[in-house]
């Protein structure tokens, strides 16, 4: 591995002592690394568990990561637990826990380090000469070129139980295998009970358990078509799979396997509001085109668990817990002092599978059991922070310098944008027209006259997409993360507007040339980035340009491109389906818009002058406007530097656009300069020359700076 690009300054740490200040750790608890190179991305912080408040809303588990608001991580409450435990100042403890908190770091978590590696760097991707990729350039701290993963988040965290956890996180970008993490999990006995690394403690940590709680909201932008409850999971079901997985523990998967149901996994989608008095399953956007807002299934799949700290092998008995427990009960360890170990023998029994007050079940398929009684999942428990997925490990005993490892995927699948428009439409013509009974049709082909069975049914086919991704994680595991890898993207990818095509030009992907390399694929969005793409050109291996003669004038463009295989390295059918593989979109995808951009206009007066598109605006007619841009109003056949204002009827200035790219082109989103959308009405358009301009070609002067145009325009709302 090469040296990481930044040094974390060693900070002197004291011996830990409850009640006393707490201890500053060698990295600060609150920073975090960001993992953003597939369509599931997430960030993880160095203390070794995720909150995912930021002070405005849940960030984290963002899938899929094409859209806005497609977060679905709220908490991760982790901890760690043994019995008949003696700590650094001899005091003695029947039980004792610990919580992977920001609260608790430097009294009882130490994060000693917190760094993530790449495989290649980010490739620099400029719009214009914007640069795209930038923002994201401080993501990595070192560049590990044997690496498999596209990225490893690597934790280190001390405890005060003398156990140092280090947690790996994987991620790839292989279009097959990028809508999960691989979680590895390593508990060894230290004797470190502070950020010093210096031995503690010596003794055996009796009856170690591991476990956690975690709650998806499935998703933000699900919940904003429900109500904000959502937002922190109010509403959410838990599930489990693999009650019989000890019978299917050697099994060898495969994609012909189909969706192996017996994996040890657990999984959260959105229930149904009590608030709500339509079916809200999937969230339908009821008030507009009836996409499906939730589609997402968000959980846990176990890997490995070490059957001792001698036997490595997998214990296919493990975990001793997956099920539910209710979402903020649990017991609070206070200030870690004698004063709540009443509560340490709680939280240990919670580790063990005895659910805190009651509120829960390890090992039950919670919305099997109580859906059809109980239609909101809050109304099974009453805790209004929703249902954690409940998961534990255990009992180990762990003696100095031993250890046990823990290995789990983290996924999030379902149906994917384009399906949740497309089926959403068809629902929501039924939900305006009760007379509307269909027929629709099922995932199967039969069909129902119910809008809601329709909508239901498909929804809940990202049960078994959740599944079939917690397959795939378990076959790259399996194989030791050996899957078959696309090639790397281009290091540079450069896109440039202009007059009569958008130019693209890129630096050769590291294995063009060689055996295998299929070429590059360009892919193209309009209207805005996150939404449909489509594929705009495949060229061979060594071509590193393309022209898009394609696009329109005053549409907003957006691409990505990816350097492909040409399925050769990838014909087993194995860890995934066989074929060509792409570099994920994510290296080289724009966020910034590329435009046809004509010359400046030539006259002020003639009537191929000035034109405003469209005119009239009209809110009703969708396909009068430009796609993806509803409020968008184009001003054509500008001068190339001007001055434009807009005014009311009646003279009020409504906002001044300056123009000085020296194109022909300039955009309104029909906002006032208070950033207010503007009313119905006519308005008045005042443009000033602020420059001479000369033909380019014949030298002749076409207009001077201070001439004037007018145009009238018509906004109807």
């Known amino acids: 591995m090469s040296l990481m690009r930044t040094c974390i300054p060693l900070l002197a740490a004291t011996v830990l002592l409850s009640g006393v200040t707490p201890v500053r750790a060698q990295v600060p608890e609150t920073q975090k690394r960001y993992v953003r190179v597939g369509s599931l991305q997430s960030r993880f912080t160095a203390y070794g568990a995720e909150r995912a408040w930021n002070d405005v809303y849940y960030e984290g588990m963002i899938w899929p990561a094409d859209y806005a608001y497609t977060d679905n991580a709220v908490i991760e409450r982790q901890w760690i637990g043994c019995q ?17 908190t920001a609260g608790f770091a430097g009294i009882s978590v130490f994060p000693m380090s ?33 690496q498999v993963p596209d990225r490893i988040v690597v934790n280190v965290v001390n405890t005060s139980m003398g156990i140092t956890m280090t947690r790996r996180i994987l991620a790839f970008s292989q279009q097959y295998h990028d809508n999960y993490f691989i979680k590895e999990f390593t508990f060894k006995n230290t004797g470190y009970v502070d950020a010093t690394n210096i031995q503690k403690l010596n003794a055996t940590v009796k009856g170690f358990r591991f476990g956690f709680g975690i709650r998806y909201s499935v998703s933000r932008d699900g919940a904003n078509m429900i109500d904000g409850a959502q937002t ?86 493990q975990p001793n817990t997956l099920g539910w427990h209710a979402g903020d009960t649990y017991p609070d360890l206070g200030d870690m002092g004698l004063g709540y170990a009443s509560n340490q023998t709680a939280l240990y029994k919670m580790l063990s599978g005895v659910p805190y007050k009651g509120l829960g079940n390890p090992s039950e398929r919670m919305d099997e059991v109580y859906m059809a009684s109980n ?39 379902g149906l994917n944008r384009q399906v949740c428009e ?67 993207p281009p290091p540079i990818f450069n896109v440039t507007s202009g007059g009569d095509r958008i130019s693209m030009a890129w630096s050769p992907s590291s294995q063009d040339g060689s055996a295998g390399f299929g070429g590059y694929k360009i892919f193209r969005a309009t209207g805005r980035p996150d939404t449909s793409y489509m594929e705009i050109a495949s060229v061979p291996p060594g071509t590193t340009s393309f022209d898009d003669v394609t696009a329109l004038r005053g549409y907003s463009y957006y691409y990505y491109i990816s350097a492909f295989s040409d399925g050769t390295n990838n014909t087993s059918g194995g860890p995934n389906p066989a074929g060509i593989l792409l570099s994920s979109r994510f290296y080289t995808r724009t966020n910034q818009p ?35 841009e509803p409020d968008k109003i184009m001003f054509l056949n500008i001068p190339g530097h001007c001055l434009i204002r807009i005014y009311t009827e009646n003279g009020d200035l409504v906002n001044t656009i300056s123009h000085e790219n020296g194109s022909g082109d300039e955009a309104w989103n029909s906002v006032t300069s208070s950033r207010q959308l503007v009313v119905s009405g006519v308005y008045i358009v005042h443009f000033t020359v602020t420059q001479d301009y000369n033909d380019p070609n014949t030298g002749q002067l076409l207009y001077r700076k201070g001439d004037t145009a007018i145009r009238k325009m018509v906004i109807i709302r």
């Open 594 to 628: 590329a435009y046809l951009r004509r010359q400046a206009g030539k006259s002020l007066e003639d009537s191929l002058s000035i034109r405003i598109v469209p005119n009239p605006y009209n809110i009703a007619a969708p396909g009068a406007q430009y796609p993806g």
């Open 375 to 413: 239609k909101d999942p809050y109304s099974v428990h009453g805790d209004g922070g929703g249902t954690n997925l409940w998961i534990n490990y255990g009992p180990w005993d762990i003696a100095p310098g031993d250890s046990v490892v823990v290995v789990m995927a983290e996924g999030v699948a």
């Open 232 to 317: 922190y999971g109010k509403h959410t079901w838990v599930t489990r799979r693999g009650e019989d997985y000890p019978l299917h523990a050697g099994d060898a998967l495969t994609e012909a396997s189909g969706i192996p149901q017996w994996l040890r996994a657990g999984f959260c989608y959105v229930g149904q509001s009590e608030n709500a008095s339509w079916d809200n399953i999937g969230a339908p956007d009821r008030l507009r085109n009836g996409r499906f807002a939730a589609p997402q299934f968000a959980g846990i799949v176990t890997l490995h668990v070490d059957r001792s700290v001698t036997d490595r092998s997998d214990d296919p008995n």
């Open 114 to 146: 917190d760094y993530e590696t790449a495989k290649y760097d980010l490739p620099t991707v400029n719009v214009d000469g914007a640069d795209i990729n930038g923002p994201y350039a401080g993501d990595v701290d070192a560049i590990n070129p044997n």
């Open 84 to 100: 008949d435990f003696t700590d650094a100042k001899t005091q003695h403890w029947t039980e004792y826990c610990v919580s992977f």
């Open 422 to 488: 497309q089926l959403g439409s068809r629902w929501k013509a039924a939900y305006d027209n009760p007379s509307d009974v269909g027929p629709f049709t099922l995932p199967d082909g039969s069909t129902t006259t119910n809008k809601d069975v329709f909508k239901n049914t498909w929804v809940f086919t990202g049960k078994d997409s959740i599944m079939l991704t917690f397959s795939r994680a378990k076959r790259n595991y399996d194989s030791n993360y050996n899957i078959p890898q696309p090639p790397p």
